[in-house]
């Protein structure tokens, strides 16, 4: 079995044989079991002894006219039995007059694009279905294509083309797609396109065309798609469009169009046509006279200021509704009553100052965005149950009522970014609970002192959150943990721009599916955001290599990315003991204050942070405490004080209690001062830090205590082992005088 594998990987080896100079080959073997794609950028010498049986797509560029010549010759002697495409590009060939592929009949797709070509060549190719023109320099098509029986694309785009003869498609009785756009054409005879019975999509835009001949496009009987837009259209003359089997019709950009005072600007008598894009041609109502047919009507760009009651009556089965950009200030409340199947309304960049009313309860897209809405009251949304996306982004939108969206149970997608709303209510934003996609970018809360719960009660199924530039809703979010607990499905959060310094140690708890995580734009504080450093390095986003730190001084300017865990090993030793000494005094002495005094002097050369781990050692102290002193009481010293080997660890802002503490000799204190703030509590503020709360001096007291329970449970213990062994001692002396011999046994 091994000797069989081994013979026919050589034979496969030697079949396929190398790639030509000058070439890269690429082989599919999955692909029609073999396939190879050559691609040359020129003419190589040994293209006839290297290309082997198995190239099924081969392009050349960059040849001449007899370079052009060879290959085909080069092509036809070698034989390809598998040579299905071939493509010449960016070459310079402008007269194909001589050229013959007749010999290579195993073609089905040609591509001369991009070659400069003013004459066509006769191809007497009986078997190509697609020829690619397009990108040349063809002024005049004659009867190159009369042998092209089986052709079925046909791409004559972007050449100088400004006649078409009436016989210049003449035997292409097979073609599906023609594409002539981007030429120069104006008129068109009544009989070019009748050889064409197959033809299925007719692609004229961008020419010149003034008019659309009543007779020019009667023999395509076929037709689905017409598309004349980008043309100079001053008139449609009267059955012109009336094609049986168009069901989509392209107008747009023929500004001129619009004006013309034929009723029967648009008619489209055929029952299939579905769509329609007149944007951008002039219009200053909504006409009148399409087909009941159509399903998607686009109008964008036009001048129509106002939709009335009745204008859209002629479309009972409309489902795809553009006004986007017309100006529009007024849609009549009844207007849009009668559309029971539309489900995409588009109304962006417009005047409006209200939502339209009765709109469709099948509505699914509705699109308001960068329009004079003022308010969103309850009442403008009624029965759009059906409603998923709802953009009403860059308005003038000031109030929200709090139950504006309370009717949208299916809503997935709002953006109601960019808008001058100033109070946002908790829980105003509810209403659906399948809520996905929701943006408040660039909105400036001004929320209620007492108020911290975010919009958005429901965030269940949130998966993308945008709140950049919106430092209130930023603020609100983050100290909301009921919230943040509830978005465990979130994956994109956007707190860019929200003036944010502190980032919470517990948000990835709250949120395990986050994976892009957007904060440039703000001064953080990168103390012990080691955990969010080491995400980011796993996300490897480009983004987030940009982003550093602002504080605290020692990490000014670090990247964020680049923040690694700092280990202390057990045996840390302090590196600035301070020594100081009390001498002698006959006067009273405040041991609180001076040791405060002390401590904070200490504390003080530190940066301020969060968490504070004091480790203080007080040895050689020997002080005489009066038993009638007080809670700030005197005390005489006769020997000096001396205190050193001072460690501290700190996280936060601290600062000590100046309450007095009793003294005891060779005393140590290990003391955790935590701080009462929000983020010690699994929560963060992030309003700017204020002054800090001291520590209670209980903490001292507390310590105290526990020492001295210490010292009173080992002196129970020392006691218990006396008592335990005076009572060993007793049994080994009854002992011993029960062994002793009685007196009849001495005798």
């Known amino acids: 079995m091994t000797h069989l594998v081994l013979v026919l990987v050589l034979a496969a080896a030697v079949r396929t044989g190398a790639c030509p100079a000058m070439c890269t080959c690429t082989r599919h073997p999955l692909q029609l079991l073999n396939y190879t794609s050559v691609c040359c950028g020129g003419y190589p010498d040994n293209i006839t002894s290297q290309l082997d049986e198995t190239t099924y797509d081969l392009t050349i560029g960059n040849l001449d006219a007899n370079q052009l010549d060879a290959i085909v010759d080069d092509l036809a002697q070698i034989r390809l039995p598998n040579l299905d495409r071939l493509t010449i590009q960016t070459s310079v060939v402008p007269d194909l007059t001589n050229l013959t592929l007749s010999d290579l009949t195993e073609l089905r797709h040609v591509k001369l694009s991009g070659n400069k070509i003013a004459n066509l060549p006769a191809l007497n190719l009986t078997d190509l279905q697609i ?61 070019t396109f009748t050889p064409l019975q197959s033809l299925q999509y007719l692609n004229l835009s961008t020419n010149r065309l003034n008019t ?49 005072r034929e009723p029967v600007l648009l008619v489209g008598t055929g029952q299939r046509l579905q769509t329609v894009d007149a944007s951008n041609i002039g219009l200053e109502q909504v006409p009148a006279a399409l087909t009941h047919s159509i399903r998607t009507l686009r109008l964008m760009g036009n001048s129509i200021k106002t939709v009335r009651c009745g204008d ?102 709002l953006d109601i970014s960019r808008n001058p709303v100033k109070i946002l209510e908790a829980g105003c934003l509810s209403g659906s609970m399948a809520l996905q996609v929701l943006r408040l970018a660039n ?43 509830a978005s465990r499905q979130l994956q994109e959060l956007d707190l860019s721009f929200t003036e944010l310094d502190y980032i919470r140690s517990d948000l ?150 100046e309450e007095s503490f009793p003294v005891v000799q060779s005393v140590t204190l290990d003391v955790d001062v935590n701080s009462n703030s929000s983020h010690e509590r699994g929560e963060m503020s992030m309003f700017s830090a204020g002054e800090r709360e001291r520590v209670h001096p209980g903490l001292l007291v507390l310590a105290v205590g526990m020492l001295g329970t210490a010292v009173a449970l080992a002196m129970l213990a020392i006691r218990f082992a006396r008592r335990k062994r005076a009572a060993s001692r007793l049994r080994q002396e009854d002992l011993e005088v029960s062994s002793l011999p009685g007196v009849t046994e001495l005798w």
């Open 443 to 485: 909105i400036d809360v001004i929320s209620p002192p007492k108020e911290v719960s975010f919009p958005l009660s429901s965030t269940e199924h949130l998966i993308t959150l945008d709140l950049s530039g919106s430092p209130g809703l930023a603020r609100q979010l983050l100290v909301d943990t009921a919230a943040l607990a």
């Open 312 to 413: 859209l009556d002629s479309y009972p089965l409309l489902q795809l509704l553009d006004f986007n950009s017309n100006g529009l200030e007024l849609i009549e409340d009844d207007a849009l009553g009668r559309l029971d199947s539309l489900s995409i309304l588009y109304l962006t960049n417009n005047h409006m100052t209200d939502i339209p009313k009765s709109l469709s309860e099948k509505l699914k897209v509705l699109h308001l965005e960068h329009n004079r809405i003022q308010q969103v009251r309850a009442k403008d949304f009624q029965g759009l149950t059906a409603l998923e996306v709802l953009l009403l982004n860059d308005n003038k939108i000031g109030l929200i009522e709090a139950d504006a969206f309370n009717q949208l149970t299916s809503l997935v997608t």
């Open 508 to 657: 990835l708890h709250f949120l395990p599916q986050l994976r892009i995580f957007h904060i440039q734009g703000n001064r953080i504080n990168c103390t012990q955001l080691e955990w969010l450093a080491a995400w980011m390095r796993r996300q490897d986003e480009p983004e987030y290599k940009k982003i550093a730190c602002a504080s605290p001084p020692e990490l000014w300017g670090t990247l964020l990315i680049d923040l690694q865990d700092v280990e202390i090993s057990p045996d840390y030793q302090p590196t600035t003991p301070e020594v100081f000494a009390v001498k002698r005094t006959e006067q009273g002495f405040n041991l609180k204050a001076f040791v405060a005094e002390k401590i904070f002097h200490q504390e003080s050369k530190y940066a301020p942070t969060e968490n504070v781990n004091n480790e203080t050692t007080w040895s050689s102290l020997e002080a005489t405490v009066s038993s009638n002193a007080n809670e700030s009481g005197t005390t005489e010293i006769s020997h000096d004080l001396f205190a050193a080997s001072e460690e501290k660890s700190f996280n936060a802002h601290n600062n000590k209690s």
């Open 212 to 260: 659309l001949n009543e007779r020019c496009f009667i023999t395509l009987v076929k037709l689905q798609q017409l598309d004349v837009s980008f043309n100079t259209l001053i008139r449609v003359e009267l059955g012109s469009l009336q094609l049986p089997s168009l069901a989509r019709l392209l107008l747009a950009g023929n500004t001129k169009l619009g004006a013309s």
């Open 131 to 191: 020829l690619d023109l397009s990108n040349n320099s063809v002024v005049i098509v004659e009867q190159p294509f009369r042998t092209l029986r089986n052709l079925e694309i046909l791409n004559l785009s972007a050449n100088s083309l400004t006649v078409i003869e009436a016989d210049s498609f003449s035997g292409l009785v097979s073609l599906k797609c023609l594409d002539l756009s981007g030429n120069n054409l104006t008129t068109l005879d009544d009989a």
